[in-house]
């Protein structure tokens, strides 16, 4: 069905190289930007959709992950589709798939309802995100232009998060949380009018779709999520989060054993065998579940406790993204003159300093300095850290696995931040029960514990870094700034 949608999509031929670069560059930066937002718009909007929808505690951890792990357990099929069948094809189909989710998401009468589109949304996602890079280096001559409209690209990269924070803010308190969708579908209306009369198609390369790759990864990666979220609301005990975590091993295992069998695997397995790259998808799963997690239950906090509106709680972020969007920058100099993997060293430990320091707070905790402090460390660390994380995890790849390995990197950061947010919510869950239900101290001490959590995330990643990384050589920082133009960044 998927296939006959993709060969139905409009095949209008464009010149190689559009007559008015600023309208194709505003096409590719307008749709990445709807996938990047995606993940950090709701975040302020979450206490309003609790109410309104009558999520449980546990329950609304999965507006994100809903998103996440459709997002992230698809991408390297949406990767793969648009090689066979064209990436301007395929972008288009996943504009049309992501904008009709977001309409149905902000007309949602019920959580369930909501839960099912926010995964729509990710298949739509999954399906144009990689196509967008793709698109832009055949747009754009190398050189210059490229240049150029790679920096623009890495700009939407960094700071979407942090504008998807304040714009949902906005959006949710002036208007409704419902808006934060609404938003995407004139915007992805007009770029699926645009792009058939302005962006080039790429030329098809034979290949073959491992589905099963990816329905078992999807699927089983959803269900050890779902284990941890039913753990929170109905105990280990439970038989449904018995047969969850089973599930979810289970498929896993499959995963791994139809990719040593598939002729062409959506996941290469040779991928794992450097010790440097198996190390930095794992560290970056952790560090991503770690500062995933603190987003969802900060914003909570502030709006809960502190009494932020949506839009207080979303510029409340700004410390921590602006100090992260200008590390990026000064980055690739200081790794010229420290190296890489010390920068990476003393960024995990910066972030961690910061989330252990975030994680103390209590009921009477003001803003300033408590929150206000520790996000700056947060963003100055995770400044550093990401850049050469990312170099770690495309070292050394054969130019036929340079995709995968961008992809696998994209992968652990959307899987990362869902396993993390799941695992989480459990203690979240627990400590609130424990310390009174609803009212504003067990809160505090139910985001406080939950925080822990994610320090303790993110120093198991420095640990990673340490024993199974340390000692390699991350390649030069030029190449790593130019693999970071390629990851789909979470909030933030």
Not at 64 to 75: D, E, M, R, S
Not at 169 to 193: C, E, K, Q
Request: charged share 10%; hydrophobic share 55%.
């Amino acid at each position: 069905m998927l296939s006959a949608l993709l060969r139905r999509a409009p095949t209008r031929r464009s010149p190689d190289h559009a007559s008015n670069p600023n309208l194709v560059l505003g096409l590719i930066l307008a749709a990445y930007l709807m996938i990047v937002l995606d993940v950090s718009v709701i975040i302020t909007a979450l206490p309003e959709i609790h109410t309104s929808l009558h999520f449980s505690s546990a329950g609304l951890s999965w507006v994100q992950n809903a998103y996440a792990l459709t997002f992230g357990g698809l991408l390297l099929l949406g990767a793969r589709a648009g090689d066979i069948l064209g990436r301007r094809r395929v972008f288009l189909v996943g504009i049309a798939v992501f904008s009709t989710a977001s309409l149905l998401a902000g007309v949602a009468q019920s959580a369930e309802w909501l839960l099912v589109a926010r995964a729509l949304q990710g298949v739509g996602a999954a399906l144009a995100a990689p196509s967008t890079l793709a698109l832009l280096t055949t747009t754009f001559r190398e050189g210059t232009e490229r240049t150029r409209a790679l920096a623009w690209y890495s700009a939407v990269a960094g700071g979407g998060g942090s504008a998807g924070l304040v714009l949902g803010g906005m959006l949710t308190d002036w208007i409704s949380w419902r808006w934060g969708m609404f938003i995407n579908v004139p915007v992805g209306i007009l770029v699926m009018y645009l792009t058939p009369r302005h962006l080039p198609e790429t030329a098809r390369r034979p290949g073959r779709f491992d589905l099963a790759g990816a329905i078992t990864s999807t699927v089983g990666m959803t269900a050890v999520v779902y284990g941890f979220v039913r753990a929170a609301s109905d105990g280990w005990g439970d038989k449904l989060t018995v047969a969850s975590f089973a599930l979810g091993a289970g498929l896993l295992v499959s995963f791994i054993l139809n990719e040593m069998r598939a002729e062409q695997p959506i996941t290469p397995l040779r991928l794992f065998a450097s010790r440097e790259r198996s190390g930095a998808y794992l560290a970056r799963m952790l560090v991503v579940g770690g500062m995933f997690s603190m987003f969802f239950f900060l914003t909570q906090f502030l709006q809960g406790v502190l009494g932020y509106n949506p839009l207080q709680a979303g510029l409340a972020f700004l410390p921590m993204t602006a100090v992260m969007f200008s590390m990026v920058q000064i980055v690739p100099r200081v790794a010229a003159r420290v190296g890489a993997m010390p920068l990476l060293l003393v960024g995990l430990t910066l972030a961690l300093s910061g989330l252990v320091w975030i994680s103390r707070l209590s009921e009477t905790t003001a803003f300033f300095p408590g929150i206000a402090l520790p996000l700056v460390l947060l963003g100055s660390g995770m400044g550093m850290a990401l850049t050469p994380l990312t170099a770690a995890g495309i070292a050394g790849v054969a130019p036929d696995d340079a995709g995968a390995a961008s992809g696998v990197v994209n992968v652990a950061q959307q899987l990362g931040g869902s396993l993390g947010l799941g695992i989480l919510v459990t203690i979240f869950a627990s400590a609130q029960r424990g310390d009174g239900g609803s009212t504003t101290h067990a809160l505090a001490h139910a985001v406080s514990s939950a925080l822990t959590g994610s320090a303790v995330l993110l120093g198991l990643g420095l640990v990673v870094v340490l024993v199974v990384m340390h000692g390699v050589r991350i390649p030069a920082m030029a190449g790593a700034v130019r693999a970071r133009v390629a990851v789909i960044r979470s909030a933030g």
